[in-house]
Nanobody, 125 residues
Framework: QVQLVESGGGLVKPGESQTLSCALTGPAVDQYGIGWFRQAPGKQREGLSC????????TYADSIRGRFTTSRDVPKGLVYLHLTNLKPEDTGVYYC??????????????????WGQGTQVVVSS
């Protein structure tokens, strides 16, 4: 079966950087996209990115474009989300998830059927 496990969260200060990892157990087939989402307390999950390869097919939400970057190491079964210039409003639980099919221009929660448990990022001075 497929399992996703996030790691790399923690307490960081505004302006700092952090890299989150998503470890994927099971076949890492290119046709499956891996998305990143975040959820603040009491809020809906917000789609951040989706990746199929390191050179194309990547989607980013406008809210984080230019600050967050996603990459993938297929042989190791790892997907990364690189967070830079972090802001307090970036605080939340970050999830990775898998969808069947290609990434789309819209990162919709309902498209992703397998989810990790999340890793918490707190951005505070």
């Amino acid at each position: 079966q497929v399992q996703l496990v996030e790691s790399g969260g923690g307490l960081v200060k505004p302006g700092e950087s952090q890299t989150l990892s998503c470890a994927l157990t099971g076949p890492a087939v290119d046709q499956y996209g891996i998305g990143w989402f975040r959820q603040a307390p009491g809020k809906q999950r917000e789609g951040l990115s989706c990746i199929r390869s390191n050179v194309g097919g990547m989607t980013y939400a406008d809210s984080i474009r230019g600050r967050f970057t996603t990459s993938r190491d297929v042989p190791k079964g790892l997907v990364y989300l690189h967070l830079t210039n972090l802001k307090p409003e970036d605080t939340g639980v970050y999830y990775c998830a898998r969808r069947w099919g290609a990434c789309s221009s819209n990162i919709r929660e309902s498209d992703f059927r397998v989810w990790g448990q999340g890793t918490q990022v707190v951005v505070s001075s």
